[in-house]
């Protein structure tokens, strides 16, 4: 049992305080997929890094199977986050080295002998579906198999608990499918806790038990995933349901419009040639900015990738414009702007 008791984070920036996460108290139960949604700045990812003390707490307590994590010293802390593991949007793998080697990594960090260490790394290869890629560079990989390598290297140690923040942000609908279907699949098999951090409500719909709600660094509306569906409670929880039952286009958009209320919003339209993956990281390496996918349906074909995303840029006014401006000289992808509050 992971039990999270009046945690809490404020950050001091320009002599102001923030509170990221408020007096936040949560248990989630071994062997569960346990979901929390919020909006961009509600705390999520503040939460998240709390558990393993990636930040440290201001308050409150964290409890893993018994554990008391917020009280111990580095040496501990140590070794107690061999038990949890952590998957992030970016991926943040290592470019210089092979799959293999990036998971192997925290295999050297922990001591483990050449030859178990070689042994354990092909198992982990063949549970993420990696086989055959073993020795290809991160650069020359998909956005689903780089998020395959994290999922490889953070199991690398056999954790208990398996952190996950906005993991499938990045990726395109189809990718993130098959990224929650390995994530259901390592959690059956293996009976490991999963928390996973997410802003869209089908990663929730499709793969959790049980989710939290999170505004302004609370936890405002908790239960079975099925029941919030049915009776959401909170304002910010209706908006969420109504993500994914929403029905005409026009509708949706409307939608996407009252819940992405910052930066700006365009919908790419993929026609053929370009590889919408590429796009997308090619936008976040070169520009300055933050791209989420916010929504879409996208074929892949041998020749190319068909069909529109929604995506959110967030950066400064001229950081995005540059990024637009790139889309629509330097590709042929069309781009649609549907709001900019930039
Ligand atoms: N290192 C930091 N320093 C100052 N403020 C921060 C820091 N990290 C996060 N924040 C602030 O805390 C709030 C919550 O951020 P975050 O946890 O990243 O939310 P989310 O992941 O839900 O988007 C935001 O207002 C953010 O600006
Ligand atoms: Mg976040």
Known sequence: MISIEGLTKIFRLNQK??????????????????GVIGYSGAGKSTFIRLLNRLEEPTAGKVTIHGQDITAMNKNKLRIARQDIGMIFQHFNLLWSRTVAENIAFP????????????????ELIDLVGLTGRENAYPSQLSGGQKQRVGIARALANNPKVLLCDEATSALDPETTNSILDLLVDINQKLGLTIILITHEMHVIRKICNRVAVMENGKVVEQGDVLDIFLHPKKEVTQKFVKQVMGSGEEDELELLRETYSNGKLVKLHFVGESANQALISKLSKQFEIEVNILQGKITQTQRGAYGTLVVQLIGTQSEVEMASQYIQTETSVQLEVIQDAN
Do not use: C, M
């Open 17 to 34: 305080d923030i509170t990221a996460v408020d007096d936040l108290s949560l248990t989630i139960q071994n062997g569960e997929i346990f």
């Open 107 to 122: 295999l050297e960090i922990a001591g483990v002998p050449v030859t178990k260490r070689k042994a354990r790394v092909r």
